[in-house]
Nanobody, 124 residues
Framework: QVQLVESGGGSVQAGASLKLSCSAS????????MAWFRQAARKEREFVAA????????VHDDAVKGRFTISRDNDKDTVYLQLSSLKPEDTAVYYC?????????????????WGQGTQVTVSS
């Protein structure tokens, strides 16, 4: 089992960048495939990006491809989401998620553990 803690959210202007971090208050992230999801107000939660345990394979949703990048540092037991060229429609609560299976994350968007989320607000 793992407990996830996100950080790095904030309020920025359109075009700015942010870097979100996800670490574990209990457990070890390096044992899991990891992902970021987001949920905007009055909308369903949506998949953003995922990375396998070793960090060699990643997948990004088309809506963020070329602007957001998921990465991980297993020595620091931390997963990151670099957000660039932010748009107002990127405003959402961003959640870190851990999964036993990268394939389930990648294809079914299914995770086993979730963090509490960090708010990202982008103004025009």
């Amino acid at each position: 089992q793992v407990q996830l803690v996100e950080s790095g959210g904030g309020s920025v202007q359109a075009g700015a960048s942010l870097k979100l971090s996800c670490s574990a208050s209990e457990g070890t992230l390096s044992l899991y495939a990891m992902a970021w999801f987001r949920q905007a107000a009055r909308k369903e939660r949506e998949f953003v990006a995922a990375i396998n345990r070793e960090g060699r394979n990643t997948v990004h949703d088309d809506a963020v491809k070329g602007r957001f990048t998921i990465s991980r540092d297993n020595d620091k037991d931390t997963v990151y989401l670099q957000l660039s060229s932010l748009k107002p429609e990127d405003t959402a609560v961003y959640y870190c998620a851990a999964a036993y299976s990268f394939n389930e994350l990648r294809t079914l968007r299914r995770a086993n553990y979730w963090g509490q989320g960090t708010q990202v607000t982008v103004s025009s």
